[in-house]
């Protein structure tokens, strides 16, 4: 134990310096309070339900009907007990307040990295080597991307992007040589990665590790060490079959889910415009990165910074109006309600930043580095960018989209960009590691610093002296937001004057940034240089790169997840405030019905969900079906027979200006079942669709073509004396007894869901049918009858035997592996 200590006990000290910088940077989390994040919030609404019959049962249901009338639980939560990758992510999230593990996993697994990275470099000394390490790990951990989405509450996101770095450290071990050992560590990260259930993130990341298998690929031809690569490909494919074994259950349960939501294949023919499947290309692309945006990675407020106002009384916007004679408090107010953020997206939490000193040393390690990794960085970096794009560069954006697997079922195209964010980093500090190695021509490093200076230095210079040689500081609708004003203060000089001060803001924040990373990169050229020339101490002068470049990336950071955006547990929980009708709902003991709540954007949020059942809520990848309805039969226009179908039993309103909130109950929703005495039968979805627009859902029926088959038409009554109520309510298990003299339809108030819900009367598994779209319906035998419906989905079931399986696989490979390094270390 004292040999492990002694050996690694400078890598532990990392570790607490990496938690002291997380104290600083969070030292409310320390304090106890709590980071305000929509998303989480957002998700906290959606799981109510499941959390509160997982305290009831001990187990949570696999099932909630919480939002959008019904979806599968385990697309909001879920635990999988028998994936091994659920304790481990537990348990290191329960080392630290959130989202100080997340920021501790960017911190530890880049170290990671960087140390394998580095480990072959003989001619650096050991602290060399780890300062080294600490400094590409700050310069990965702290891009502000990494926090913008912390702040924005996509933890799982969060958790997929800090796995980026182990995982590559576990290929290049493997590539290495070193295949147990990185095999081992490749097959537990990319099952973490997979487990974080953040898949559009991991599939980037193999996107940029399909292009570094093809050059190395490249590489073992040209050297004639193919049997060597391949066997390092087979131990990786491993690795990875390894991984989809852990998760199976997940990613069976996610695939069969997505293939009936709205990234799956459409159901409705009418929009020619529409592909068949995958995402609408409009939604997929609605937030794409703008071609000249990509200044932010040198310069953070090169296009305003935020969505959110930043201007104080000491802006132009501001002097304009005080000119005027507008109050000065006045003026203030409406200077911070002035959109700074002049890009193409609809809105953004920040940009992105790389760091000016990590974006000086990328270019400097275009021109210096020689090592095969820097063509893949260079490819993989390029390729992200153009990618993120999006719908201003769609002739490869389309590619794709079009053509390359599952790529469509993505939306938010730019933040592909965490694979460039990955790069920066690596290759700043591979320029750095060519500086220090002997063999190298000093006057020859010392060229190729001076040309990337002229390059960086002299871009920076000329925008900071011309910023509008390139830009113009003008939204998109910007001519709107002039008449949006005129209309406000009703005088076309005095709105023009504003929106023009408003432009010189924006030109200010962009010089006030141009001229900070000018003065970065300047103490990049010089450490650098200092560096090269061995004019001051090598391990001094790196320590003294990595305080300025977390300097550099703490500040830019700190504009956007800062001690502001924490409150103590007490202000939190006032948002979930339920109001006067939401008690009143609330009293209703009717264990099933829905709600349509129309204070809120029913359909994009799930606010209404922390206290009801509701027809709304949110969800990035809502089922098909419903997404159609909603498109079809909410837009515009309501359609009562719809949200009577959906037993929507309330309905929550509120005046024109927001005040007022009152509630009705709707007289006629139908319940949780009923029998029907019609039946409208239809040849496809298309004619299923228009038929509900208009008909009594109590009385008929609207049924596709495709089940009729299953019904015995001669022999079905009419629902006169029927009855059928629900007795027992629980998310995926519902009981009914019904009563009826003749083999009857009944329609139920319930999801249509076919990969899982099973439908027993008396015990007995019957089968059942699609009604009303979305519905589900069965013909039920003549008498009184006990039916009950459970979700039983065998993806889920069967899915955790083989991620049980997986889980034991993995940790016999990582003893293995472990064992088998140690003897070699123990020959050694």
Sequence with gaps: MNNWFKKNGVHLAIIVFFVALCFVYFTPAFQGKVLVQHDVSQAEAMQREIMAFKEKDGKAPLWTNAMFGGMPSYQIWATYPKNITTYILSGFRAMFPNPVDMVMLYLIGSYFLFTVLLAPVKTLSKPTRIILSVIGALAFAFSSYNFIIIEAGHGNKALAIGFFAPILAGLLLTLRGKYWLGAGISALFISLAIRANHIQMTYYLFIALLILMLIYLIHAYKTKTFKTYLKSTGFLIIAV????????????????????????????????????????????????????????????????????????????????????????????????????????????????????????????????????????????????????????????????????????????????????????????????????????????LIKKLKLSGYIIGGILVVLWLIPTLFFNFRAENHQDFINQLNQLVGDTGFANSIAQALIDDRIALFKADALRSLAFVIIAFVSVWAIITKKLNVNTTLIAMG????????????????????????????QWKAREVDDFILRDKDPDFRVLDLTIPTFSSANATYFHKTIGGYHAAKLKRLQELIEKQFSGSINQDVLDMLNTKYFITSGQEGQNVSMKINQTACGHAWFVDNIQFVKNNDEEMAAIS????????????????????????????????????????????????????????????????????????????????????????????????????????FGENISLIGSVLLSLILAFAIFRQKSQEQKA
């Design 241 to 444: 079959i390894v991984a989809i074994a852990v998760n199976f259950s997940m990613l069976w349960t996610t695939y069969e889910y997505g293939q009936l939501s709205i990234r799956g294949k459409a159901n409705l023919t009418q929009e020619p415009t529409e592909k068949s499947t995958g995402l609408d290309k409009e939604y997929a692309y609605q937030w794409s990165q703008g071609i000249g945006e990509c200044i932010t990675f040198l310069i953070p407020n090169a296009y305003g910074g935020a969505s959110s106002p930043t201007l104080d009384g000491n802006s132009h916007v501001a002097k304009v109006l005080k000119d005027k004679g507008v109050d000065v408090q006045q003026a203030e107010g409406f200077a911070q309600q002035m959109p700074t953020y002049w890009g193409p997206k609809p809105f953004t939490s920040g940009p992105w930043y790389f760091g000016a000193i990590v974006f000086f040393l990328f270019i400097y390690g275009l021109f210096v580095v020689k090592s095969k990794l820097k063509w893949w960085l260079l490819s993989a970096t390029l390729l992200s960018i153009v990618l993120s794009f999006g719908k201003y560069f769609d002739l490869i954006s389309n590619i794709f989209f079009d053509y390359f697997p599952l790529y469509n079922k993505f939306r938010a195209v730019e933040s592909i960009l965490v694979i460039a964010s990955l790069c920066f980093p690596i290759l700043a500090i591979m320029a750095i590691v060519e500086s220090l190695k002997p063999k190298n021509d000093q006057q020859w």
């Design 547 to 574: 305080v300025v470049i977390l300097a550099d990336m703490w500040t830019v950071d700190k504009r956007y997840l800062n001690n502001e955006k924490f409150v103590s547990k007490s202000v939190l929980s006032q």
């Design 694 to 797: 208009s008909f009594d859902p109590k009385k008929e029926a609207i049924i596709n073509d495709e089940f009729k088959t299953s019904l015995d038409l001669n022999k079905l009554g009419t629902s006169e004396g029927a009855k059928i109520e629900l007795v027992s309510y629980h998310p995926d298990h519902l009981k009914y007894e019904y009563s009826t003299s003749k083999k009857s339809i009944a329609v139920f108030s319930e999801i249509w869901y076919p990969k899982g819900w099973k439908m027993y009367v008396d015990g007995e598994e019957t089968p059942y049918i699609r009604a009303n779209y979305v519905l589900r319906a069965a013909e039920l035998p003549g008498g009184n009858h006990t039916i009950e419906w459970k979700f039983e989905p065998k993806s889920y079931y």
